[in-house]
C-alpha cells in the first residue's frame, strides 16, 4: 500500500501533473498502462502500479520523515557510493551521507518520451554532485515491468572508482512469510555478522533481520505466497538483500515494516566500477511479473 493522501492525488491525476505531497516534489503519472511516481528529490520512484494489477509493485513508508530526511521506499538511488564506501582519494577532507550524495540532492526533469506501450522519464541532478563524475537516470514504465536505470560518466581527466545501488523496496503482504529465489549457491557478506562470508543454501527465508551482499549477478523471484515479483539487474554482480527485522525505524514502525523486502542491484565492494576518462556504467534494475513460459 501506499499512503492515502499520495493515492487520492494519483487517482486525481489525468496524465501527467507535477505536485507538492510532504514537503516534496513529485511527478505524477496515471495513464492506461497504470501508475508512477517519481520524486524529484533523488530522482526516486515512490510508486508503480500497473493496470490491472491489485496492488502496487513498490513499497513507500507510511509515515515519512519531514525534509531533508530520505523518503524511505520505492527505488532510492545510492550515488556515488554505496553505504559508506566512499574512497578517500575522491573525499579525503570531508565525510559524506551514507549511500551518497544523489538521493538527497535536487534532481530535474528532463524529458518524458510518450509511446504506445508506456512511457521513459529522464533526469539529471541540478547540480554537480561529484567533481569527476556525471550522473543520469532514465526509468521506463509499462503494463507488464518498470526498469530504472542509473548512469554514471567519467568527466574528469584520471580514472574513478565508485560504487552504487538501486535500492528497491519489493511491495510484500508480509515479510516473515517471503521466499527469495535464485541466490542458491551464490556467496554472500553478512553485515550483521562483521561481513563474515557465507554460501546461500536452497532459497532465502526471512525470519528477522538480514543484511547481506550475495556476490550474484542472477534475477531474484520474491514469493509472498500471494505474489510473484522478479527483480532482474543489469551490470551489476552485487545483490544486497536487507530487511530490519522486528527492529523499529526512525520513520516506520515495525507492522508496517512488514510489508517490504529490500533486493537491490548493486556494485559495492565485491564489485566497484573503475571509470576511465570518458566511460560510462549503467546500473539497471527490472521488475516483471515472471510467467509460466519465463520459470521455465
Not at 565525510?95 to 535536487?106: K, M, N, Q, V
Not at 526498469?147 to 560518466?153: A, K, N, P, T
Request: aromatic fraction near 6%.
Amino acid at each position: 500500500m501506499i499512503p492515502d493522501s499520495l493515492q487520492q492525488r494519483l487517482e486525481t491525476t489525468d496524465g501527467q501533473q507535477t505536485l507538492t505531497w510532504q514537503g516534496r516534489e513529485l511527478v505524477l503519472f496515471n495513464q492506461d498502462w497504470g501508475q508512477l511516481a517519481v520524486a524529484l528529490t533523488g530522482a526516486q520512484v515512490v510508486h508503480f502500479q500497473p493496470t490491472g494489477d491489485t496492488a502496487p509493485w513498490l513499497w513507500l513508508t507510511p509515515t515519512p520523515a519531514p525534509p531533508p530526511a530520505p523518503l524511505r521506499g520505492g527505488i532510492p538511488l545510492c550515488w556515488p557510493w554505496f553505504g559508506d564506501e566512499r574512497y578517500a582519494d575522491e573525499h579525503p577532507d570531508r565525510p559524506g551521507p551514507f549511500h551518497g550524495t544523489a538521493r538527497l540532492a535536487p534532481w530535474r526533469l528532463d524529458g518524458v518520451d510518450e509511446h504506445e506501450e508506456g512511457i521513459e522519464v529522464h533526469l539529471s541532478p541540478e547540480q554537480r554532485l561529484h567533481g569527476r563524475l556525471n550522473a543520469r537516470a532514465v526509468i521506463q514504465a509499462n503494463a507488464r515491468r518498470l526498469h530504472v536505470e542509473l548512469i554514471s560518466e567519467n568527466v574528469g581527466d584520471a580514472p574513478v572508482k565508485t560504487s552504487a545501488a538501486l535500492h528497491t523496496y519489493v511491495a510484500v503482504s508480509d515479510a516473515f512469510a517471503c521466499r527469495l529465489e535464485g541466490l542458491a549457491g551464490a556467496r554472500y557478506l553478512d553485515k550483521h555478522r562483521g561481513f563474515a562470508e557465507g554460501e546461500q543454501q536452497g532459497v532465502l527465508a526471512l525470519g528477522g533481520a538480514v543484511d547481506r551482499i550475495y556476490h550474484s549477478n542472477a534475477a531474484v523471484d520474491v514469493d509472498d505466497g500471494r505474489r510473484l515479483l522478479r527483480v532482474a539487474k543489469e551490470q551489476s554482480d552485487s545483490t544486497v538483500v536487507w530487511h530490519p527485522g522486528q527492529t523499529p525505524l526512525d520513520d516506520t514502525p515495525a507492522a508496517a515494516a512488514r510489508g517490504f523486502v529490500c533486493v537491490e542491484a548493486a556494485n559495492t565492494r565485491l564489485d566497484p566500477v573503475w571509470l576511465v576518462p570518458g566511460a560510462q556504467h549503467l546500473l539497471g534494475t527490472t521488475l516483471t511479473r515472471p510467467t509460466t513460459e519465463d520459470s521455465a
